[in-house]
């Protein structure tokens, strides 16, 4: 489902939970094809850019098919040691950010201060989220614009580390435009498997029937729609029934 620009106009707003903001956010990040093992630090660098007031889930909305058709690319370092230079290859800042936060983090820690020039990202305002998340791993990151392209400059932490955003999200939730949380709730959905009459008969691997018994586990070779299964047949004589346990 293609994204559509939302309509500037004052918008209700909808209070949405981090577990909320967390989920809907993954499905998205999912749905655009992001990779399974980057969905996790992308999602939260939405969550913490979002609350920080970089508006990063109307952004991820509205460039949700620069996402999808960059997915997955790659950052490209072009040049090593401490003083670097990486092509981000026109990839979305909330998907490339969590790949050079590692990079910064594992720069400082090696050389003490570093220098990442980063290239061809989109949304590179965006970045402006890594000094946050770069103090949780006790380095200092500072973002500068050089010639339209971004700079971070990385040293070890000297002070004490700013309150996690997450936290505040967590304990009074972040206020999102009630259009725009469910655009993202719809895009979302398109990650989740599609209703049918299997997904209606399953929880997990194992599939029921419409008394409540297991009578499969999905698999490859699971039918889409499945045999019915034999029914045993009812006792001609109700004295021959199974006594339960309490002795009825």
Known sequence: MPSTALADKAPSTVNVSLRESRLVVGRV??????????????????????????????????????????AAAHNHRRTEGPDTTVDARGRHALVAAPDLLDLAVALTHRHVRARVAVLDVVRPELLDVLPVRAAEFGVAVTVSEDGGRRVLECAPLREAAPADPLDHVLRHGLDV????????????????????????????????????????????????????????SEPADPAAAPILSDGR
Not at 186 to 192: C, I, K, Q, V
Not at 195 to 224: C, K, M, N, P
């Open 177 to 232: 435009s009630a259009d725009l949380w469910w655009n993202l709730f719809r895009l979302g959905n398109e990650a989740l498997t599609p209703d049918s009459a299997l997904s209606r008969q399953h929880t997990g691997r194992s599939v029921f029937d419409e008394s409540g018994r297991i009578v499969g586990e999905v698999g490859e070779d699971w039918a889409d729609q499945p045999s019915e299964p034999s029914r045993p």
């Open 29 to 70: 990040l999912r749905a655009l094809g992001v990779p399974r093992g980057a969905v996790n630090a992308a999602r939260d660098t939405t969550v913490v850019a979002d609350a920080l007031g970089l508006d990063a889930l109307r952004l991820l909305h509205d460039d949700a098919e620069t996402v999808r058709r960059t």
